[in-house]
């Protein structure tokens, strides 16, 4: 397999098993293949970015009426009761499905869309030292009194910081991010880009919590 | 209402989604939809249960934009390119940075061969595996990687070069 095809598979989840420890071995050791990594990466996120948003916008209800009128074409285009009672039964499923799919709505107000249902969940529960695809690094309090948390979502590739505002995450920081080769026992916070950081950096209010500190938070719920 | 189409219900946000990429104008693109709607309900029966709804869907949707846009060309009917003017209201700040990025890799994607464009959009927008991409495109898997790969090194040297 040639070069940037071993890349774009790697990128895309197509490596399985022995091809992608042979690769993540050499990624270990090639500072330009781990660049080329980096920015295909950022590529899928930057593509994500553009193209996300659209899930979360109202759909059309000409498209909503078109699935639940299109079934008998070949009768007559008039709507008895019972296609009307169908199509708004489509109408209230539609908008269900929005939410259940997309539980977090439009974003927050920076514009970021706010964290899916597993990063969600891993923010609310989640401790440092918990292993799994969603890790969580650091948690803190902002200078609002606000708790934060910073992670890493190796399924998503990506990372950040989000905040808890009245009861939900709001994502405020999201970059890029894939895991380093061999990095499943690093230190919390090693593997947290400089971006991410930076934003920590700004809105810290004194120090992070320790692990005490972040589980005594975690089973208040997160409140102030 | 049967299960069929309660599923396209469901995926109707996708089906935007990947009609953006290839309609750019929000009005057509939800055309396209309504067009790919109206082909894949009329044709539920062909759907065999088992198999993925959205690949079928998508195939559908695919191959009616393959027919609009032929049609268009024999109306000789074109397109300006619309590079000018981001129709980008002033919200100021990160919410207006993130339209302006949205925007710029919108124009990207749209100086890409369509071949490629739907090669990227299926598997880094759709999130579909390669073989599941190649049947929507209805292409041998070996196209398909090749179009990624072009796509993808195009976009890379379209995005990255300013920054």
Redesign the interface.
């Known amino acids: 397999m040639d070069r940037d095809l071993r890349i774009a598979a790697y990128v895309d989840g197509e490596l399985s098993g022995a091809d992608r420890a042979a690769f993540e071995a050499e990624l270990a050791a090639d500072a330009a293949l781990a660049a080329e990594v980096q920015l295909q990466t950022r590529l899928r996120a930057r593509l994500s970015a553009a193209y996300d948003p659209i899930l979360d916008e109202p759909v059309p209800p000409r498209l909503m009426a078109t699935t639940a009128a299109a079934a008998n074409d070949a009768g007559p285009r008039r709507f008895g009761l019972g296609q009307w009672a169908a199509m708004a039964a489509c109408l209230a499923i539609g908008v269900l499905a929005g939410r259940i799919a997309l539980p977090q709505g439009s974003g927050s107000q920076q514009g970021l869309p706010e964290p899916r249902a597993g990063l969600a969940r891993a923010l609310d529960r989640g401790l440092a030292a918990d292993a799994g695809p969603i890790r969580i690094s650091l948690t803190f309090r902002d200078q609002a009194g606000d708790y934060c948390r910073t992670f890493t979502d190796a399924s998503e590739r990506v990372a950040g910081l989000a905040c808890r505002r009245q009861d939900r995450w709001e994502t405020r920081t999201l970059t890029a991010w894939a895991p380093a080769a061999g990095s499943e026992y690093r230190t919390a916070g090693a593997e947290t880009p400089p971006e991410v950081l930076a934003a920590v950096q700004a809105m810290i209010a004194g120090e992070p919590l320790d692990a005490a500190g972040e589980a005594k938070a975690r089973d208040g719920r997160w409140r102030r | ?1 049967e299960p069929i ?2 599923q ?3 995926l ?3 089906l ?2 990947f009609a ?2 290839l309609a750019r104008d929000s009005a057509d693109a ?1 055309d396209l ?2 067009t790919t ?2 082909r894949a ?2 044709r539920a029966g062909q759907w065999a249960p088992g198999t993925r709804l959205d690949s079928w869907t998508f195939r559908i949707m695919k191959n009616a934009w393959i027919d609009e846009t032929r049609a268009r060309s024999r109306r000789a009917k074109v397109f300006a390119p619309d590079e000018d003017g981001e129709t980008v209201g002033f919200d100021g ?7 302006l ?2 925007a710029e ?2 124009r990207a ?1 749209a100086r890409l061969p369509e071949d490629q464009r739907l090669a ?1 959009a299926l ?3 759709e999130g579909l ?2 073989k599941d991409a190649a049947e929507v495109l209805e292409i041998p898997p070996g196209t398909l ?1 090749s179009r ?2 072009r796509g ?2 195009a ?2 040297s379209q ?2 070069k300013v920054h």
């Open positions: 209402m189409r309660r396209i219900v469901d109707l946000p996708r935007r989604r953006r990429v939800d939809v309504q709607l109206e309900l009329s700040g990160a919410a207006m940075q993130a339209r990025e949205a890799v919108e994607m990227v598997v880094l927008v595996s390669y990687t990624l790969v993808r090194a976009l890379i995005l990255e």
